[in-house]
């Protein structure tokens, strides 16, 4: 069957830090992968997207960068944290003949 | 562009009652719709879609939805609420048209409080 697992469940990061997030997938083969931040509990906003390894779409110009070294693994990071850097984090993918998203169980990132 | 518009933040029922959750939305070609339901501190799980056929879609948990063309609506609805049913639900759309990796434009919530 098809797994996501998305970890560390809780980040507390100070100001000015890198940042590394990883996710990866089971149980399926070339995922279409996203990265969603959640901002106050509510809206997702859409990070980053891939179709294939090393191919990354950027949603919205930000301090954060993805990178997909393997075709199940997809890994979110930022060189230098900022305080608007801190939300609810969460990796998702369907396949290609699917349409419905499964989403990891997120990353609770707390920049200080 | 694609769009979805949850016109309330919050929804509140007695338990037993049928509950109505809103959605609206924008696109230039056949709609793709989704509902997902949130717990606390969790990620998005899946509860049904629209892609074509039958207006009224059933999904998981006895909820159902009722693709509305004519005015662009996806309304989520269960004939009768528990107070499990409490939680965060989110309404989705892709355009049809578009292409790269099925994306999805998600609603801003609606948080779904079932009382006794």
């Known amino acids: 069957s098809q797994t996501i697992h998305q970890w560390p469940a809780t980040l507390v990061q100070p100001v000015g830090s890198p940042l590394s997030l990883e996710c990866t997938v089971e149980?399926?083969?070339?995922?279409?992968l996203y990265w969603y931040r959640q901002a106050a509990g509510r809206g997702l906003q859409l990070l980053f997207y891939s179709v294939g390894i090393g191919q990354i779409s950027s949603e919205v110009p930000q301090n954060l960068s993805a990178s997909r070294p393997q075709d199940r693994q997809f890994i979110l990071s930022s060189k230098k944290l900022l305080l608007s850097d801190s939300g609810f984090y969460l990796c998702?993918?369907?396949?290609?003949?699917?349409?419905?998203?499964?989403f990891g169980s997120g990353t609770q990132l707390s920049v200080l | 562009a694609q769009s979805v518009a949850q016109p309330e933040d919050q929804v509140n029922v007695a338990e037993g009652n049928p509950l109505t959750v809103k959605c609206t939305y924008s696109v230039s070609g056949n709609p793709y719709l989704f509902w997902y339901v949130q717990y606390p501190n969790r990620g998005l799980q899946f509860l049904l879609k629209?892609?074509?056929?039958?207006?009224l879609v059933k999904g998981s948990y006895g909820f159902e939805a009722e693709f509305n063309k004519s005015q662009t609506s996806f309304h989520l609805k269960k004939p009768s609420a528990l107070v499990s049913d409490s939680a965060l639900y989110f309404c989705a759309v892709r355009d049809g048209l578009t292409g790269g990796g099925n994306k999805l434009t998600f609603g801003t919530g609606t948080q779904l409080k079932v009382e006794l």
């Open positions: 998702a993918f369907n396949r290609e003949v699917e349409e419905k998203l499964f």
């Open positions: 149980g399926t083969s070339n995922p279409n």
């Open positions: 629209y892609i074509t056929g039958d207006n």
